[in-house]
């Protein structure tokens, strides 16, 4: 039985395009301390001081007596004021799960980066040369979907080559597991496949002929499993559903990385700085959401980059700054460190 894996970016600010009707059985947070919370039962005040408006939630949610996703309303009442931390949910906070510390890798993910070869000046790595021994699973990355057609596609011509030499990895590590990774950014980009997913999801048509070329290129490549890259389901134009999603999905990969990099710069918020582009303490916010709509933590994949990100500061003295793990094994190995 094939897998099905689904890459979701999870940061607040997308909740609030969520489509209402898909959350009928929301439970509702209860918490009496707040009367800014979205709690029943008075949808109507909540209405009255801005709260949970259709433009914050999505359409519909004026008239809820809860917010999408179990997130709670704030006491500030702007567009986007939802979210998980005491300023929105005042008393009810979710609990974390815990684990004991032996756990995390049961699954160890490696994206292949199929088009290496081509594109990289240093650092290239052949489809032979992946480490073996510590991944679990590779995913190749990417093949995309034809938008006329929907198809499954190669990625390009030399990509397209190459994924048979990363399942033949299984002859020397066979607990390995090889997926293909479908999508990435490149099809999400604003160009010709940016509606792709979209447009297979809401045709049964078109998902027969995508599965069906499917299934006989994961047989004839030797794979094991799909790795559904679609950033993001919940961008303006698109649906979002995790929890109707739930039971056909298996593990779902958390993008813990992209968090932050130049385009922050133009959010007021944030402003121009040379962040890190992961932060434990916003990925453990944003895994709230999922705690709070009982997802199982086993089945989360938090997904880590290790590039590093360029950005030109605007001062030679500036201490801000990020290396990438190659750049920081290449400093240790210097004995500069
Ligand atoms: C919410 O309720 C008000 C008052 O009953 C109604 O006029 C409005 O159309 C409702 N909005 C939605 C989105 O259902
Ligand atoms: C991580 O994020 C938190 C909350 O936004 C922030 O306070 C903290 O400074 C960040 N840490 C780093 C290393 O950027």
């Given amino acids: 039985m094939m897998e099905l894996l689904i890459l979701f970016l999870l940061v607040i600010q997308l909740i609030t395009q969520i489509s209402a009707s898909q959350y009928q059985s929301i439970q509702v947070l209860a918490n009496a301390d707040n009367d800014y919370t979205c709690s029943p039962p008075n949808p109507a005040r909540l209405a009255a001081a801005g709260q949970c408006t259709d433009k914050a939630t999505g359409k519909g949610w004026s008239n ?93 011509q030399n990509t397209g080559t190459r994924y048979q030499s990363i399942t033949s990895l299984k002859n020397r590590q066979p607990s390995l597991k090889v997926w293909i990774a479908i999508g990435g950014w490149a099809m999400n980009d604003p160009g010709a496949t940016r509606t792709t997913f979209s447009d297979l999801a809401a045709s049964e048509a078109n998902q027969d002929i995508f599965f069906e070329t499917l ?41 813990a990385y992209n968090i932050h990099g130049a385009w922050d710069g133009s959010v007021e918020s944030l402003g121009k700085h040379a962040l890190a582009h992961t932060n434990l303490s916003e990925i453990n916010l944003a895994l709230e959401l999922l705690w709070r709509n009982i997802i199982n933590p086993a089945r989360i994949n938090l997904c880590l980059g290790f590039y590093g990100r360029i950005f030109t500061l605007a001062s030679r003295d500036s201490t801000e700054g990020v290396l990438s793990a190659t750049d920081v094994y290449g400093v240790v190995e210097n004995g500069n460190g």
Avoid at 216 to 244: H, K, Q
Wanted: charged share 20%.
């Fill in 215 to 255: 299934v006989s290129f994961m047989l004839s490549n030797r794979l094991d499993g799909v790795d559904l890259d679609w950033e993001y389901p919940a961008a303006a134009d698109r649906g979002f559903d995790i929890i109707n999603l739930k039971p056909y999905v298996d593990p779902l990969n958390i993008m």
């Fill in 64 to 156: 809820a007596t809860a917010c999408p996703l179990k997130v709670c309303c704030s006491k500030f009442g702007f567009v986007y004021a939802i979210g998980t931390t005491s300023d929105f949910c005042g008393g009810t906070m979710v609990i974390s799960p815990q684990c004991d510390g032996t756990t995390a890798h049961q699954r160890t993910i490696g994206y292949y980066e199929g088009w290496n070869l081509d594109q990289r000046l240093c650092d290239k790595m052949a489809p032979e040369d992946a480490r073996l021994g510590i991944y679990t699973h590779i995913n190749f990355a990417f093949a995309l979907i034809n938008p006329t057609t929907f198809r499954i596609a190669p990625m390009d």
